[in-house]
């Protein structure tokens, strides 16, 4: 039995955890949480990461193509004054840490909250 419950179901369970470290940053104030998750909570929380913020390629080539050169678009719904920097870094069980990183305007902040920091 975990120590800690779920942070996504609030219930305890069984079997490994994963972790993730979910940031919202404006400047010098941020928004973070330390999430801690079932298996199976942690795969749909990734899958919804995934399709919202761009993953980071540890092993790219360094004078590879940006994704996100040059832009400063909402990852949530794509309007062009996106302030405010969005972060996860995943931590699956046995496996290799995966970043994640996009951008959010004021009008999307309470969703990028609900959906990364599950807030």
């Given at each position: 039995?975990?120590f800690?419950?779920?942070?996504?179901?609030?219930?305890?369970?069984?079997?490994?955890?994963?972790?993730?470290?979910?940031?919202?940053?404006?400047?010098?104030?941020?928004?973070?949480?330390?999430?801690?998750?079932?298996?199976?909570?942690?795969?749909d929380?990734l899958?919804?990461?995934?399709?919202?913020?761009?993953?980071?390629?540890?092993?790219?080539?360094?004078?590879?193509?940006?994704?996100?050169s040059?832009?400063?678009?909402?990852s949530?719904?794509?309007?062009?004054?996106?302030?405010?920097?969005?972060?996860?870094?995943?931590?699956?069980?046995k496996?290799?840490?995966?970043?994640?990183?996009?951008?959010?305007?004021?009008?999307?902040?309470?969703?990028?909250?609900?959906?990364?920091?599950?807030?």
């Amino acid at each position: 039995m975990a120590f800690y419950p779920c942070s996504n179901h609030h219930a305890p369970y069984r079997g490994p955890s994963a972790a993730a470290y979910p940031a919202i940053v404006d400047g010098s104030s941020s928004n973070r949480r330390h999430l801690r998750m079932c298996q199976p909570c942690f795969s749909d929380y990734l899958d919804s990461v995934a399709s919202k913020l761009t993953e980071v390629d540890f092993d790219a080539k360094e004078n590879a193509d940006h994704p996100d050169s040059g832009g400063s678009a909402c990852s949530f719904c794509g309007a062009t004054d996106a302030s405010l920097a969005c972060f996860v870094t995943a931590y699956p069980p046995k496996a290799p840490e995966r970043a994640f990183y996009g951008r959010s305007c004021a009008k999307c902040e309470p969703k990028a909250v609900a959906e990364l920091l599950l807030s």
